[in-house]
């Protein structure tokens, strides 16, 4: 089955700081990939929409200059938290989709979780 | 808009009984209805989906979901369940022509020996 990846699994940094969290899709091109967060004990909250090549459509709420999505291959989509701030603590999972059409499946990866101090 | 709504967050069921996760959504149009599971520690994983055709939809390891719309339901369902099937359990909605997935809150379903 088609399997995606994220890196890191768990990062702590200190408040202010800038984290990267990496999505790979590894035996798949994705043509679209989406970032969601997770807070404890509450359901998946998309935050972005990422297609190859061209700029993320961010949810309503969604601070575009916070939350820095690039997706510069169909197989590599990279989250940047800036200036993080203890409440953007949280589980952040990237899914990766091989089409455009909806009712083809979301493959998820394993989730980052950030701890920021 | 769409939404979906799991009532039950909690479902502890004893091994080897019946199960029912209830997931109702939403939705003015046409729909692709999913189920995920996610299983500690890992990330979300697609246990069966719903595009069109039959109503009733079966995954690979017994879990069954039929789609309702009338009722606007996708309740998920396993005759005899197992330790190992202990999970969150997300129900999920997307417009036939939309980009992205609706989650419901999740269930998490505790299988008791």
């Known amino acids: 089955g088609a399997v995606v990846s994220q890196h890191p699994s768990r990062v702590i940094c200190k408040s202010g700081t800038s984290v990267k969290i990496e999505c790979r899709s590894l035996d798949f091109q994705a043509t679209t990939m989406f970032w969601y967060r997770q807070f404890p004990k509450q359901s998946l909250m998309l935050m972005a929409t990422?297609?190859?090549?061209?700029?993320?459509?961010?949810e309503q709420g969604v601070e575009k200059d916070k939350f820095l999505i690039n997706h510069a291959s169909l197989t590599l989509s990279t989250l940047t938290v800036t200036s993080a701030h203890p409440e953007d603590s949280s589980f952040y999972i990237c899914?990766?989709?091989?089409?455009?059409?909806?009712?083809?499946?979301?493959?998820f990866g394993p989730g980052t979780r950030l701890l920021v101090l | 808009a769409q939404s979906v709504t799991q009532l039950d967050s909690q479902v502890p069921v004893f091994e080897e009984a019946p199960v029912e996760l209830r997931c109702n959504y939403s939705s003015s149009v046409s729909v692709y209805l999913f189920w995920y599971v996610q299983y500690p520690n890992q990330g979300l994983q697609l246990l069966l989906k719903y595009l069109s055709g039959s109503t009733l939809v079966e995954s690979i390891n017994g879990f069954e979901a039929e789609f309702n719309k009338s009722q606007t339901s996708f309740h998920l369902r396993k005759p005899s369940v197992h330790i190992s099937d202990t999970a969150e359990y997300f129900c999920a909605v997307t417009q036939t022509g939309a980009n992205n997935l609706f989650f419901g809150t999740g269930t998490r379903l505790t299988v008791i020996p």
């Open positions: 899914s990766a989709r091989p089409y455009k059409w909806a009712g083809e499946t979301q493959y």
């Open positions: 990422s297609n190859e090549g061209s700029k993320a459509t961010y």
